[in-house]
């Protein structure tokens, strides 16, 4: 990758600036605070931009940094690296903006609003030599981290994301709101490619899709199952998978995962009565083994700004890529899709992704 000239001489304290001060800027915003008072992350939090200077200026105050009028002008100012937290309409403008100027980016998901958008967004951080991530933040959820040295032959996964509704994020549906975290990870899991995609959704307090259901069959065989709804009535988030003898049980907000393993089956088992519970064929069901692996719990967002800020220091590739963006973005697409055909063919009411 190339070099990090903007490096201020002499001190080699990361410059750092975040894009858009919304709800989830904000968030940046806060940890980036916590990361310059860490004296081991070497952070200098330089400011943050909106086009709504007020905005910009509310959250500097909160976070003691500076707020600027516009992108431009954090440039300006000599940052390394940017959280890019604007709507994801303007992902590729604003991050266009700061590859051109030779600052390293950290992308919100989704990725960007098409698949050639993601395409222009690899292209040209490469072209730049930039170092570029994509805010896949539940791979940084120490749940999900613990969860990847278990990982053999995943060959059935349950996932449900499900919130209570709250008036945000309204203009994309669930599949790009929440859906694609999971898309993500599971597409990270299962490195085998999507052979089959079917989808339903359905619009309840929006004008989009607000919960959907897909069963997202992979070459490889595997089949996964994703729930997503922004209209529940209670919060869960949960990925849960079978792989050869082992039951994996993941659960993103409380940070856990419970592991059953099954021991190689008895060999006398087929001769076993397992209709009669006094027989000695509940011996041969009684070979599991519950294991819950070690798990620190962090801030997911915490882990990957300086996941992030790691890769811009060694000009290393991050750990979710923009490939990773890209490929959990056209699966999203694929689904939304998929939802609007069956939704033609159910001849529910006409759905379209604009
Ligand atoms: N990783 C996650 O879990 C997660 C959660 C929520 C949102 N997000 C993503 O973060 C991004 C922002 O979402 P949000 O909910 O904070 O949105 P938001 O609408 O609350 O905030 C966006 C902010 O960007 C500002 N803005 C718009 N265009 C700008 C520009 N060209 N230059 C500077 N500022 C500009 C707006 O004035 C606004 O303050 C979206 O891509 C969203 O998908 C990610």
Avoid: W
Avoid at 146 to 158: G, I, N, Y
Avoid at 215 to 225: D, I, L, W, Y
Avoid at 279 to 284: K, R
Wanted: with cysteine; glycine share 6%.
């Amino acid at each position: 990758m190339g070099d990090n000239r903007r490096m201020p001489p002499g001190n080699n304290a990361l410059r750092v600036g975040v894009v858009g001060c919304g709800a989830f800027g904000r968030n940046h915003a806060r940890v980036y605070r916590d990361l310059e008072a860490d004296p081991s992350q070497n952070v200098q939090f330089a400011g943050v931009a909106d086009l709504d200077f007020d905005r910009a200026q509310a959250i500097a105050k909160e976070f003691g940094t500076q707020a600027f009028r516009s992108l431009d002008e954090l440039v300006a100012a000599g940052i390394n690296a940017a959280s890019v937290a604007v709507p994801t309409v303007s992902h590729l403008s604003g991050a266009r903006q700061l590859i051109e100027s030779g600052v390293d980016v950290l992308i919100e998901k989704p990725l960007a609003a098409t698949v050639a958008e993601a395409d222009e967004l690899i292209e040209l951080a490469q072209r730049h030599g930039r170092v570029a991530q994509a805010g896949h933040l539940e791979r940084f959820n120490p749940a999900v981290r613990a969860t990847v040295p278990l990982l053999t032959q995943p060959m059935f996964f349950e996932v449900h994301r499900l919130s209570v509704f709250t008036p945000r994020s309204l203009d994309v549906d669930v599949i790009l709101d929440l859906m694609i975290h999971d898309l993500d990870v599971v597409l990270s899991f299962v490195k085998s490619p999507v052979k089959e995609i079917r989808a339903v959704g359905l619009p309840i307090l929006s004008q989009k899709i607000d919960i959907a259901n897909v069963r997202m069959e992979f070459e490889s065989g595997c089949v996964a199952n994703f729930t997503a709804s922004r209209v529940s009535t209670e919060r869960i988030r949960k990925l849960r998978f079978f792989q050869p003898h082992q039951y994996v049980s993941l659960d993103y907000s409380r940070q856990d995962v419970l592991v059953l393993t099954v021991e190689e089956p008895r060999s006398d088992a087929a001769d076993l009565d397992p209709f009669n519970p006094g027989s000695v064929a509940a011996s041969a069901f009684a070979g599991i083994t519950p294991f819950k692996p070690k798990v620190e719990q962090q801030e997911p967002l915490r882990a990957e700004l300086s996941s992030f800020l790691r890769a811009v220091r060694e000009r290393s590739t991050p750990e979710v890529t923009l490939e990773d963006g890209r490929r959990a973005l056209a699966v999203a697409i694929e689904i939304v899709d998929a939802i609007a055909e069956h939704s033609h063919r159910a001849k529910l009411m006409e759905l379209t992704r604009e």
